[in-house]
């Protein structure tokens, strides 16, 4: 039996919004295979790392390392605009991810030093 394309993108979309809590119309994911693909990861990651954590209105899963640099060049290649921000604890360009979060990699720490630290954080409203 094979299964199409986009039975398994709906296959992968049910499971996501299972595992997450998230139904599929609050998800505003890009419902691109390979952006499924990298929420997937990054939330997997998350669990893996104790990247989850809980919040008033829902969870947030916070993915590092190799899987936030895939994802924040994944952003890139998809032309999602940068956003460069200063924050108290160090200077970051930010990648969007449409309606559920963002991608970043920190380029200056809180005392001017360059760094490059990534991650990513992804919102499930509850």
Not at 22 to 32: L, M, Y
Not at 41 to 48: F, Q, S
Request: hydrophobic letters at 40%; one cysteine or more.
């Amino acid at each position: 039996m094979k299964i199409s394309e986009k039975h398994l993108l709906l296959i992968l979309i049910i499971i996501l919004s299972i595992v997450t809590g998230a139904t599929v119309s609050n998800a505003q994911i890009s419902i691109r295979p390979d952006a499924l693909k990298f929420y997937s990861h990054c939330i997997g990651n998350a669990k893996d790392r104790n990247g989850v954590f809980f919040l008033d209105r829902g969870t947030m899963y916070r993915c590092r390392d190799d899987i936030a640099v895939s994802y924040f060049n994944y952003l890139g290649r998809v032309r999602v605009q940068d956003k460069r921000v200063i924050e108290p604890n160090g200077v970051f360009i930010y990648r969007y991810i449409a309606g559920v979060g963002k991608c970043w990699n920190m380029i200056e720490d809180q005392t001017g030093a360059s760094v490059s630290i990534y991650g990513c954080d992804i919102y499930v409203e509850m």
